[in-house]
């Protein structure tokens, strides 16, 4: 089966999450300055979100780009991935509209955590299609991006019970970790001329 459709969809679906994510911002109700100050936590629980979709987009594109067929199971994979991946509007606007408060920021952890699992679901998948030999599976290699964001997650969530902010400092620190895009896969595909 061709890759084209998986990759439209994931990119309509990804956008749709974005643009639900952007209609959470309301306008102030005033011109000044100052009015800002209400919206500020709404925009930025968008700023974080929008990152992490653009993360997710960014290494899905390289993901996909180096399965040379999909299955079935790689199909339901990736809708697993975008589940999770469809939460973020809720988890981003409860955030924002409850000025970080300790279950708001445990469930946006959790879902960032199994948002994660998705994904190594969706490789997991791909490498298997392909083989265990493929320039995938050798790129990803022991993985200790992916096995540090989901130990900060791990503490992250507990952690947003006791002091919120520290957890929101640790989902910033693995976006920070991950904002340039998986260049192991990237190398792999340009080594391969894919």
């Given at each position: 089966?061709?890759?084209?459709?998986?990759?439209?969809?994931?990119?309509?679906?990804?956008?749709?999450?974005?643009?639900?994510?952007?209609?959470?911002?309301?306008?102030?109700?005033?011109?000044?300055?100052?009015?800002?100050?209400?919206?500020?936590?709404?925009?930025?629980?968008?700023?974080?979100?929008?990152?992490?979709?653009?993360?997710?987009?960014?290494?899905?594109?390289?993901?996909?780009?180096?399965?040379?067929?999909?299955?079935?199971?790689?199909?339901?994979a990736n809708?697993?991935?975008?589940?999770?991946?469809?939460?973020?509007?809720?988890?981003?606007?409860?955030?924002?509209?409850?000025?970080?408060?300790?279950a708001?920021?445990?469930?946006?952890?959790?879902?960032?955590?199994?948002?994660?699992?998705?994904?190594?679901?969706?490789?997991?998948?791909?490498?298997?299609?392909?083989?265990?030999?493929?320039?995938?599976?050798?790129?990803?290699?022991?993985?200790?991006?992916?096995?540090?964001?989901?130990?900060?997650?791990?503490?992250?969530?507990?952690l947003?019970f006791?002091?919120?902010?520290?957890?929101?400092?640790?989902?910033?620190?693995?976006?920070?970790?991950?904002?340039?895009?998986?260049?192991?896969?990237e190398?792999?595909?340009?080594?391969?001329?894919?």
């Amino acid at each position: 089966m061709s890759k084209n459709r998986l990759e439209a969809f994931s990119d309509g679906v990804l956008a749709i999450i974005i643009t639900i994510m952007v209609l959470e911002l309301k306008v102030p109700h005033g011109v000044e300055l100052s009015a800002l100050k209400p919206v500020l936590p709404v925009f930025l629980s968008y700023v974080l979100s929008f990152i992490y979709v653009g993360i997710y987009w960014n290494n899905h594109h390289h993901l996909l780009s180096s399965a040379r067929h999909v299955s079935g199971g790689i199909l339901w994979a990736n809708l697993h991935l975008l589940f999770w991946l469809s939460l973020f509007p809720f988890t981003t606007a409860w955030i924002g509209e409850n000025r970080v408060a300790s279950a708001p920021v445990a469930i946006y952890g959790f879902v960032l955590l199994m948002a994660a699992i998705a994904y190594l679901v969706l490789q997991r998948a791909i490498i298997l299609r392909q083989g265990r030999e493929t320039q995938l599976a050798v790129a990803i290699g022991s993985d200790g991006k992916g096995k540090l964001s989901f130990a900060s997650y791990l503490i992250a969530i507990p952690l947003a019970f006791v002091q919120p902010w520290i957890a929101i400092g640790l989902y910033v620190l693995v976006a920070l970790l991950w904002l340039i895009p998986d260049r192991r896969i990237e190398c792999a595909l340009e080594k391969s001329g894919a």
